[in-house]
């Protein structure tokens, strides 16, 4: 099994390295959702799960 993850595919040059973009954008963080949302509407804040409140905060679980 090892082998077959090594034998992947060729190494990327220092050019094509750059060229590649990654990470995670959330878009429904609660600082953001919350304001307007319904209680119970789960968010994620700080990498953690959270429940919109209804009054415009949030509450993580």
């Known amino acids: ?17 750059k060229s590649i973009n990654g990470g995670m954008i959330l878009l429904n963080t609660c ?12 968010c994620f804040q700080d990498g953690y799960l959270a429940a919109c409140d209804g009054r415009g905060g949030f509450i993580y679980f």
């Open 31 to 42: 600082k953001n959702l919350c304001k307007t949302a319904k209680r119970g509407t789960r």
């Open 1 to 17: 099994m090892k082998n077959s993850i090594l034998n992947l595919g060729n190494p990327l040059n220092k050019e094509e390295q």
